[in-house]
């Protein structure tokens, strides 16, 4: 039979009697019918307010302990059913790993709720989620749970947490930890990981409410931005960089980080400005 408790989240609980272990709840009486008044739930007397009587009514957390029953806390967990946070792995083992989720039981993170085998120490964003067991637990696959229709327009600035890197899509994101976006495969001029934290521009809001992350300014910002990469690598080399119009795209993306057509904009830029000379074997400090 489904327990009349909410798994995962705050509920306001009504005091039904108090035993030497804490206090049993349960529904407030007002919404309390049939067999449901026979359903009680455990709050430890650790965590049982001082001076609560029966009937008090008070809100509470509701999950599952070592033993898989249900109980109550008072504790704010980081995390509740539906929202995103950021979790430390406390342990890996052969099933899955755990982790810190402020309350004395770990939360379990499934294998295959990883977007990468995780190791004890990480920092991860995740969300909560009842499994087919009636089970709470974490996972790091966040792409359907995201929330759509952020407050952000084309070239606002945004703060993102990289959650999936795909080699046909790209790097998967979440803004503000919870908005879904995505920085397409053709932006990725440099290495992104897991976790990293962005700070990215909006370069689209897609008809079903989700953002096109860039990594890069509005091209006139970006010119001076890889001007001074370039100016940098010339001084570091001794005033000479062995890059041209046949340089590969790869060797550049390799060497700079930007595409060919941001460094053949970025050196016409230095010429014009008078910083360099560009000659047939490469770019030279003037």
């Given at each position: 039979?489904?327990?009349?408790?909410?798994?995962?989240?705050?509920?306001?609980?009504?005091?039904?009697?108090?035993?030497?272990?804490?206090?049993?709840?349960?529904?407030?009486?007002?919404?309390?019918?049939?067999?449901?008044?026979?359903?009680?739930?455990?709050?430890?007397?650790?965590?049982?307010?001082?001076?609560?009587?029966?009937?008090?009514?008070?809100?509470?957390?509701?999950?599952?302990?070592?033993?898989?029953?249900?109980?109550?806390?008072?504790?704010?967990?980081y995390?509740?059913?539906?929202?995103?946070?950021?979790?430390?792995?406390?342990?890996?083992?052969?099933?899955?790993?755990?982790?810190?989720?402020?309350?004395?039981?770990?939360?379990?993170?499934?294998?295959?709720?990883?977007?990468?085998?995780?190791?004890?120490?990480?920092?991860?964003?995740?969300?909560?989620?009842?499994?087919?067991?009636?089970?709470?637990?974490?996972?790091?696959k966040?792409?359907?749970?995201?929330?759509?229709?952020?407050?952000?327009?084309?070239?606002?600035?945004?703060?993102?947490t990289?959650?999936?890197?795909?080699?046909?899509?790209?790097?998967?994101?979440?803004?503000?930890?919870k908005?879904?976006?995505?920085?397409?495969?053709?932006?990725?001029?440099?290495?992104?990981?897991?976790?990293?934290?962005?700070?990215?521009?909006?370069?689209?809001?897609?008809?079903?409410?989700?953002?096109?992350?860039?990594?890069?300014?509005?091209?006139?910002?970006?010119?001076?931005?890889?001007g001074?990469?370039?100016?940098?690598?010339?001084?570091?080399?001794?005033?000479?960089?062995?890059?041209?119009?046949?340089?590969?795209?790869?060797?550049?993306?390799?060497e700079?980080?930007?595409?060919?057509?941001?460094?053949k904009?970025?050196?016409?830029?230095?010429?014009?400005?008078?910083?360099?000379?560009?000659?047939?074997?490469?770019?030279?400090?003037?």
């Amino acid at each position: 039979m489904k327990s009349i408790f909410k798994l995962g989240v705050f509920q306001k609980l009504q005091v039904i009697k108090q035993v030497p272990m804490g206090v049993y709840m349960s529904l407030p009486e007002t919404i309390r019918k049939g067999n449901e008044a026979k359903e009680l739930i455990l709050l430890p007397k650790k965590e049982v307010p001082k001076d609560t009587v029966v009937n008090d009514l008070l809100n509470v957390f509701v999950y599952k302990d070592s033993m898989d029953r249900l109980i109550a806390t008072t504790i704010k967990p980081y995390i509740t059913l539906g929202e995103f946070a950021h979790l430390s792995v406390v342990s890996v083992t052969d099933i899955g790993a755990f982790l810190n989720w402020g309350l004395i039981k770990d939360l379990f993170l499934p294998f295959k709720e990883q977007t990468y085998r995780v190791k004890k120490g990480d920092n991860i964003l995740v969300s909560l989620y009842i499994d087919k067991s009636e089970r709470l637990c974490a996972t790091m696959k966040l792409y359907e749970l995201l929330l759509h229709n952020p407050p952000y327009s084309e070239n606002d600035m945004v703060d993102a947490t990289i959650y999936e890197i795909s080699d046909n899509f790209g790097a998967f994101a979440a803004v503000d930890d919870k908005y879904s976006a995505l920085v397409p495969a053709n932006e990725l001029y440099q290495k992104l990981y897991i976790g990293q934290k962005i700070h990215a521009r909006v370069k689209s809001v897609t008809d079903d409410g989700r953002l096109t992350l860039s990594l890069r300014q509005k091209t006139h910002l970006q010119i001076e931005t890889n001007g001074k990469i370039v100016m940098e690598h010339l001084t570091k080399h001794g005033g000479f960089l062995p890059f041209g119009d046949k340089s590969s795209p790869e060797s550049i993306k390799r060497e700079f980080q930007m595409s060919k057509a941001e460094f053949k904009r970025a050196i016409g830029h230095l010429y014009k400005s008078g910083k360099i000379i560009i000659k047939e074997n490469g770019i030279y400090l003037k």
